[in-house]
């Protein structure tokens, strides 16, 4: 896979499809840009299409720091800048939408759109915070092994996890988590220390879609609506029966929430 160097890290990407316009893909923690590929195939007879990992995940580059929510900001403003891709369609689930979201109010000019996937605005809660505090040192000293059990619910939704149909896709990413180096601590420190970007929502004026799974847990569906009511003209789309990780539980239904959503801002821009 190329490489960027963005902020001083070299980010890892895929890039796939040769439309005008860009659409750039940021993951979720403790996953990689693999975990859009359905959404990737889906858009690239289209669109330039552009996944990338970020510091630290995937194939990125890890690094001593930076691992806090404004510095993988500013990565991602490089990374768009250095692919020649602005303005871009940018979709961001989860940590890949805590960046996308500083991203549209602060560098407006950047972005075509923003699509929120499984995302939040505020501040992990005080008693999730602790929680997550102390698995993020049973990472730290033992790995993730230990952890599976309890991440599983965090991850993904009941209906995917208990689907048999489905169990080898379960299994697929199971597996990648358990292979996570220890080192993904930073990261996850990263996330979960991050504050709240409420206050800039009013900042955000490109057309916006926020799609949530109605059994998320990490971040329910209480977020994505709040999202929804401050970003001006967002619009919310439910995703039954998924839960956080919704790229990879409803892969079609969001491949095609995304591509209706992209046809109707080019739509407004071309009627501008």
């Not at 007879?45 to 900001?73: E, F, K």
């Not at 871009?88 to 996937?117: D, N």
């Not at 379960?170 to 996850?188: A, K």
């Not at 949530?212 to 439910?238: F, K, N, Q």
Request: net charge neutral; hydrophobic share 45%.
């Amino acid at each position: 896979m190329p490489t960027a160097t963005a902020n001083g890290i070299d980010l890892s990407y895929v890039e796939s499809g040769k439309g005008r316009q860009t659409v750039v893909f940021a993951h979720g923690l403790l996953f990689d840009q693999h975990m859009f590929e359905a959404q990737r195939h889906a858009l690239e007879d289209r669109y330039r299409v552009i996944a990338y990992d970020h510091r630290g995940q995937g194939a990125s580059a890890p690094a001593a720091g930076g691992y806090d929510l404004d510095t993988l900001t500013e990565d991602a403003v490089d990374l768009l800048r250095g692919t020649q891709c602005v303005p871009c369609h940018f979709v961001g689930l989860s940590m890949g939408g805590f960046v996308a979201l500083r991203l549209a109010a602060r560098y407006p000019e950047l972005l075509r759109s923003l699509t929120l996937l499984s995302t939040s605005a505020s501040a992990e809660p005080l008693l999730r915070r602790i929680r997550y505090r102390m698995m993020q040192a049973v990472f730290g000293l033992f790995g993730p092994a230990p952890l599976i059990g309890s991440l599983l619910p965090v991850m993904f939704g009941p209906s995917f996890r208990t689907d048999p149909a489905r169990r080898a896709e379960l299994e697929r990413w199971i597996h990648h988590v358990q292979s996570l180096p220890r080192r993904i601590v930073g990261p996850v420190g990263g996330v979960i220390g991050r504050a709240s970007v409420r206050a800039e929502l009013k900042y955000i004026r490109c057309p916006t879609l926020v799609l949530v799974g109605d059994e998320d847990r990490t971040t329910p569906p209480e977020e994505a609506e709040l999202l929804a009511r401050e970003i001006h003209g967002a619009r919310l789309v439910r995703l039954p029966r998924c839960g956080h990780n919704s790229a990879i539980e409803a892969p079609e239904a969001v491949a095609r929430a995304i591509g209706e959503f992209l046809v109707g801002v080019d739509a407004l821009e071309a009627a501008a």
